[in-house]
């Protein structure tokens, strides 16, 4: 059952970006940020309610933290989302496996750097050669990806689908120090969706509002509400999840989403993604299940990702 629950979950996740490429047309970015703020803010409040978890906490500033990166991630997303094939907005934003293992790397390179006073004695961490090499291929698949399918229109959007999976990275190790410290996942989950409503608002009062359509608005629902399903049944598939080969098996199936996406953009947007796109796709699909597989080897029974 937790596999269908995470399928279920990339389905609806995939079905949100849908929404959100068609709500492109009529709002910016910022006002998809809002509402789906606000759609998630109701949502998650009765979730609150209905499993008895208060939402007071003694961390504001981490989830205040947690927020903020997490918000700059849901808005470059949008915005590749609004910009791109959605195929490829979805497989960029899907890289925060692969960025996770970046600073993993990054951490160890730290590490062998001579300091002034340190031991040579004390042995330094080796350099993990699966962690480079799923890096690299991650990030070969980039060029192949963005090569053929980028427009002369989507350069920046590439750039923000790039920066919706490094930040989506940074907020993900702000949730699992969130879990580290006892905080259930719904209030977490709940003070992203406030942190939407309030960057978004703000950044409406610079981009302004756009003109108000009630058909055209009836896309923003679906936004919020696929998001927050979506959300409910990840967590859901962690939580059915006993053990490490069913958790690890549960993380790795969260790409089927790229699966749906490329289904969505072949049927109803009709984008054209030539066989060097597929590749870079592929490729960096199997580069983030490697570093997902060696995520959860350092960090057992992480909590869900968000989308």
Not at 288 to 297: H, K, P, Y
Request: hydrophobic share 55%; with cysteine.
């Amino acid at each position: 059952m937790q596999a269908l629950w995470m399928v279920l979950a990339a389905l609806l996740f995939a079905s949100m970006g849908v929404c959100v490429k068609l709500a492109s047309d009529w709002f910016t970015s910022a006002e998809l940020v809002f509402w789906r703020g606000v759609i998630g803010i109701v949502f998650l409040w009765l979730l609150a309610r209905r499993q008895g978890v208060s939402l007071a906490t003694r961390y504001p500033g981490m989830h205040a933290w947690r927020s903020l990166v997490g918000v700059v991630s849901l808005g470059a997303w949008f915005y590749a989302i609004a910009g791109m094939p959605l195929a490829t907005a979805m497989t960029l934003n899907y890289m925060s496996s692969v960025w996770i293992a970046a600073f993993l790397i990054g951490g160890t390179l730290l590490a062998w750097m001579p300091v002034p006073g340190r031991d040579g004695s004390v042995p330094r961490p080796p350099l993990q050669a699966p962690l480079v090499l799923t890096v690299l291929a991650s990030f070969g698949g980039v060029v192949l990806m963005l090569r053929p399918t980028i427009g002369a229109n989507q350069g920046f959007a590439g750039l923000m689908g790039l920066l919706s999976g490094l930040t989506a990275a940074f907020a993900y190790m702000q949730v699992i120090a969130l879990s580290r410290i006892g905080e259930p996942e719904t209030r977490t989950v709940f003070y992203f969706a406030l942190g939407s409503l309030v960057a978004g608002g703000l950044a409406i009062l610079v981009t302004g509002i756009s003109p108000w359509n009630w058909g055209h608005a009836l896309w923003l629902l679906p936004v919020g509400v696929l998001a927050a399903l979506g959300q409910l049944c990840m967590t859901r598939a962690y939580a059915t999840a006993k053990t490490p080969a069913a958790t690890l098996v549960v993380a790795n199936l969260q790409y089927s989403g790229i699966v749906f996406a490329a289904f969505y953009s072949l049927i109803v947007f009709n984008d054209k993604i030539d066989g060097l796109g597929w590749a870079g796709m592929a490729l960096i699909v199997a580069s983030g299940i490697a570093a997902t597989v060696l995520r959860q080897r350092a960090v057992p029974r992480a909590p869900a990702e968000e989308h």
